[in-house]
Every structure is written in structure tokens, then in C-alpha cells.
């Protein structure tokens, strides 16, 4: 059967109709019911989320889940689990979830041979991890590998990145592990200035092993090294993680020195593969197992909690709620969590690649706005940049607060004021200030009526801003992993919504293609199809360059 597409759904035309009553709402109403946080909150594992700040009540949670029903959620949940090529126009499955799965159930769904990769590439990064560790891996003049850096952008970069500073208590020692990924010199030349290349490993890690930026900056990595070690053997300077061996092997990296992806696990859901070697080789193999437990367990609970109780679930449903319905068309991710300060970016990947489309799988426009803008960083820095938008705009911003009870640094006061802060900014979207609290407070300042009727306006805060906290025990390799595969989970359920394919990204071909031929300009060849404006930058570079 095919999918029913949003127009044609009852439930949505309901939905359409019910939201208009409910933008008159006030989110604070809601709490006159005592039992709220109760009722809208919900435990998974070490991981708690608070949503009854949110503009919903039962009526139109019902409502949504009658939607994901007539939808077909928990069939199309299932056929991703199980493997269905469900990437229809890649025609892939989609199975980054099995990576993290016990061997017995890999066994149901891959093939002998596939399981058998699997088994090898973790072998591969134990393997490697421990010989780093222990010092065994030497560079080219004999000397222990001290440092790695890992080449990879996208999904090849940042998972490990965001994952390796979260879990900074979980370090090993002994190498230290850095991240490349703009094509811009400057980065390049900033990680090399503080390498020695003798005790450096360069991973290359890249599914296409064609990705511009990365193929340039694992060819300047290399270069780096020869011209250090003119006279030496350096191809144990070099790892690659991809699905191309082809490519890395005419790159020069030895057989033995690929670790395999493949095709069913997506770029920017790939972390649990080889694309996480940095970050196992940062925490130690044991802390990735880790991460992948906490993954599985999400999975679990993802595969098995009804709709009503299931923390993916849940946070899609009311996130399509927002952004399809109430024209909220932005989400804040606000970790208030200093180590989670990467996450903003990971999940801009994760959701806007994913779900940053306008065609459904029949190729139809889809008549609902689908993923929001997402952005964001660290608490409590965002209330010094844009939390004043997100008070006194006319937009209503959506927000994802997300905080540990446990902080991981012996600053308790600090967390203590970090947290406060962090349930204020919550609370104080929610309640606002209304205009008749601002004169009240301006005039228990001493303020002259005539001022406080001028200032009071500008001091007005409409409140209503909907958020969600997610609260974590502690941020361990676990509860980072439930967090990770929580929002991929929240991710693929709103594409299954949405009825489009969260897992191409067909959006990013054009502007690499552009760029290869502006490259090409900017060696001197002729193209007379780009516009005036990009002729006339072009120009410009190249007067300077000259
Ligand atoms: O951003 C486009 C993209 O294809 C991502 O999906 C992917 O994670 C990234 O580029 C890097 O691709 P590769 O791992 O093939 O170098």
C-alpha cells in the first residue's frame, strides 16, 4: 500500500484545524492541571524528558498518534530494523542500528559475510586501540605513535568530534586524538603546527573516498609527512575508513590498513561503524562499546515502547506539532552541558540532511512545512547571543534544553548555577512577562509614570515559547549513546511523517558540482553559464591572487 501522503490524511486536516485553536493557548494554563509534569514527562533509562512545557495536551497527542497509526509508523519502524531497502532512491537499507545490535541479532538480518565484516572491522579498531595505547604502533623511524588525526567531514567528522568532547573524563592518555575538516589552509596548518611527524597516524576516513575537502587534506597530510621522512616507509602512517577500497588503496594506503563501510550505513548515522576509530581510540574501545550499549538500549525502547511512552516518539510527534502545524520553523538545541557544545552542529547534519527536503516519496511537494532550522550552543553562552530573540521576537522558537544532574567537574557550585539557569531560561519562555508586570516592577522602582507607561513595552516578554529538557543522570559513553541514537530515532520517525527519504542528500550534489567547476574557472578555464556576480568574484580573487 502506499503510503498515505499528508494531504490526503484526515488526521492531518484535523490537526490543521485544531492548531489554529491552539496558537490562542497559553502553555502556562496547562499547569493549573497539578498532575502536568507527571503526565507529560516520561523515564528512559538515565535519560528524563520534560515536555509539559510544550503547547499539548492528551487531545492532540491522541490526535498525532492516531496520525503515526494511520500512517503506518510502527510498520515502517520495523521495516527499517529488519533492513527493507527503505533509502528508495539509493536503493539502501538503512541499518547503522545493527552496528550496535548483540552478534545474535546482526545474525537475523545481514548476511554470513556482512556479519563477519563486522566482526573483523571491530577486531580491526580493538586491535589498533590497544597497540596505540600500549605504545606498539610505531611511525616510520621506529618511534611510538603519539598523536592521531582524523581526516573526514560530514558524518565522517562529526559524531566522533562531538562524542570525544562530551566524554572528556573518559580519555586514555596516552595519544591524543584531533580533527580536520574545513578545506580552509588555516585549519590544516593549525593541527600540523602542533604534530611531529614521525609519531603521527593520519586516519582518512571518507565512505566515498571522493569527498573534495578530504581527499585535499589527506593528500596535504601525506606530503606532510614525506617531506619529513624523505627516505622512509611511511604507509604505516595511514589508516582509511571507507567504502571505497579502491580508492584508498591507489591513494597508497596498504589492505591491511582499511577499514571497511558499507553502503546501508548513512554518512551522518555512521559513528557506531569505523567512522567512530578516533573517538575509540580518544576513550578506549571498552568506553565505545559503552556508547554503543546506550545506543542499543534507546533501540530497544524505540522498537518496543508504545507511542504514548516512547521518548522518540514522543519528542517527533510534538516536534512536527511545532513546525507543521504552529509555524514554529526553528528548533534550539541548548545543551547546558559545556562538553556538549559540539552537539547544536552534529544534529544540524543529522536532521536538516536528513529531513531538509520538499518531495515525498512519490515525488509529490509536500504540503507541510518539514524540518525546522535547527541551531544552537552551549549554555549558558546562548543567553548572551540570541536568547533575546527568542524572548522578545515575533517568532516563537521551539527549544531542546538539555542538562546532566551530575556535573563532570568538581565545580559543583558552577553546575548547580548552571542547571538553575538552565530551568529559569525554560520557565521564563513559557511564562513571559506581560505588560502589566513590567509597569508594576518599573513602577516599585521609584520610575515616573510617564516613563514606566514608555519603558513597559519594551520590557514586555510574550512568554509561550514551547521546550522540551532533557535531563541525564550523568554523561557517561552510555547515556551519550541513548542521547545520540535518541534524536536519529526522533529523526526518522518525523521522515516517516513527513513521507519523505530521511536518508539521501541528494541537496549537497549541486553545490559540489558548482564547486569543481569553479575551480576549473579559477585555473583559467572558460564557463560562460555562471552569473555575473559569481563571474565578477572570481574575478575579483584571481586579480589578488595575482
Ligand atoms: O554532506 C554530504 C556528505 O555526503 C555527508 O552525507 C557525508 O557524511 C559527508 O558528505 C562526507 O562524505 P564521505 O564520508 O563520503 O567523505
Known sequence: MSPLSVVQSEQVLALQAMAKQYQQNSISDYFNNKDRFEQFSLNCGNLFVDYSKQNVDEVVLQRLNAWAEEIGLKRAITSMFAGDKINHTEARAVLHTVLRAPKEIQATILTPTECAEIDQANKQMQSLCSRLHKGEYLGATGKAITDVIAIGIGGSYYGGKVAQEALKPFHQRTVKVHYLAN?????????????????????????????????????????????????????????????????????GIKSEN??????????????????????????????????????????????????????????????????????????????????????????????????????????????????????????????????????????????????????????????????????????ALMVGKPLAQAKQELTAQGIENEDVERIAPHKVMPGNSPSNTLVIESLTPKTLGSLLALYEHKIFVQGIMWQLNSFDQWGVELGKELGTSILAVMGGEDNDSLSSSTQGLIDKYLMKRS
Open 258 to 427: 582499511i577499514l571497511p563501510m558499507w553502503d546501508w550505513v548513512g554518512g551522518r548515522f555512521s559513528l557506531w561503524s569505523a567512522v567512530g576509530l578516533p573517538l575509540a581510540i580518544a576513550i578506549g574501545y571498552e568506553n565505545f562499546q559503552q556508547l554503543k550499549s546506550g545506543a542499543y538500549e534507546m533501540d530497544q525502547h524505540f522498537q518496543s515502547a508504545q507511542f504514548s511512552d516512547n521518548m522518540p516518539i514522543i519528542m517527533a510527534l510534538i516536534g512536527i506539532w511545532n513546525a507543521s502545524f504552529l509555524g514554529h520553523k526553528s528548533l534550539a538545541i541548548l545543551p547546558y552541558d559545556h562538553s556538549l557544545r559540539a552537539l547544536p552542529g552534529y544534529l544540524q547534519q543529522v536532521d536538516m540532511e536528513s529531513n531538509g527536503k520538499r518531495v515525498d516519496h512519490a515525488g509529490d511537494e509536500i504540503a507541510l512545512a518539514t524540518a525546522p532550522i535547527v541551531f544552537g550552543q552551549e549554555g549558558t553562552n546562548g543567553q548572551h547571543a540570541f536568547m533575546q530573540l527568542m524572548h522578545q521576537s515575533n517568532d516563537i522558537v521551539p527549544a531542546d534544553f538539555i542538562v546532566s544532574l551530575t556535573s563532570n567537574s568538581d565545580y559543583h557550585h558552577h553546575h548547580t548555577m548552571l542547571v538553575a539557569n538552565c530551568f529559569a531560561q525554560s520557565e
Open 183 to 251: 578545506i580552509d589552509g588555516g585549519a590544516i596548518a593549525e593541527k600540523l603546527a602542533m604534530l611531529n611527524p614521525e609519531t603521527t597516524l593520519v586516519l582518512i576516513i571518507s565512505k566515498t573516498f571522493s569527498t573534495q575537502e578530504t581527499l585535499l587534506n589527506a593528500q596535504s597530510a601525506k606530503s606532510w609527512i614525506e617531506s619529513y621522512l624523505p627516505n622512509y616507509d611511511i604507509t604505516n602512517h595511514f589508516v582509511a575508513v571507507s567504502s571505497n577500497v579502491e580508492k584508498a588503496l591507489s591513494f
